[in-house]
């Protein structure tokens, strides 16, 4: 009995360790955003049948920012793309880059369709350009500007070309809800469905 007690007093320690480890990682994963790029989009909107997507995933815990983008369709050659921050009314008006300029390190030039995959270090000054560091007192203002840009859909993804200087395609960034919101969800879907029959009958 009392050889037996430590063991279950370890593996209790061990369980209790797992689920706190578990439990970080659920509260604070990277932040993943997406956004459907479109001529429509543009601000002034213009004629582009180009189609195009982003995913953004940002952890700001371990200064990473991973961009993935996808393009089509083009009616011009492309010339740059950034992360363009922050709108003062979510998902409308413009912002300038947030990201380096003339365009982000390795994004594809000159062509009319394409994919982009890059991940950026948000702790060195080389991901961000100059001016939006300035406006936000430094790299650590400017990942939080970013962060809660991002959370309420003011920063967009924007593809520029010959056609549109000043941008063919682009897309309002929004969250996608993690995994620990999902199962949370669906706990609570089978109580609403019910409240809902109830309230019908």
């Not at 790029?37 to 049948?49: I, R, V």
């Not at 180009?50 to 993935?68: E, N, P």
């Not at 947030?98 to 270090?121: I, Q």
């Amino acid at each position: 009995m009392l050889t037996t007690l430590p063991k279950a007093l370890t593996a209790l320690a061990l369980v209790s360790t797992a689920l706190t480890a578990g439990a970080t990682v659920q509260i604070a994963p990277a932040h993943v955003y997406t956004a459907q790029l479109s001529g429509a989009s543009e601000d002034p909107p213009n004629a582009s049948t180009a189609t195009g997507s982003a995913r953004v995933g940002f952890d700001i815990g371990t200064h990473t920012l991973t961009i993935d983008v996808t393009f089509s369709g083009l009616l011009g050659d492309s010339t740059n793309a950034h992360l363009h921050c922050c709108t003062a009314l979510p998902g409308a008006g413009t912002a300038g880059p947030a990201t380096s300029t003339p365009t982000l390190s390795g994004f594809p030039s000159g062509v009319r369709s394409g994919t982009y995959h890059h991940v950026f270090d948000t702790s060195l000054a080389s991901t961000w350009n100059n001016g939006f560091i300035n406006s936000h007192g430094g790299i650590a203002g400017a990942e939080q500007a970013l962060l809660a840009a991002l959370d309420n859909g003011q920063a967009y993804f924007n593809i520029h070309s010959s056609f549109a200087p000043g941008g063919e395609i682009r897309g309002f960034l929004q969250p996608v809800p993690e995994p620990g919101e999902l199962a949370m969800l669906a706990v609570g879907l089978p109580f609403v469905l019910v409240l809902a029959r109830r309230r019908r009958g």
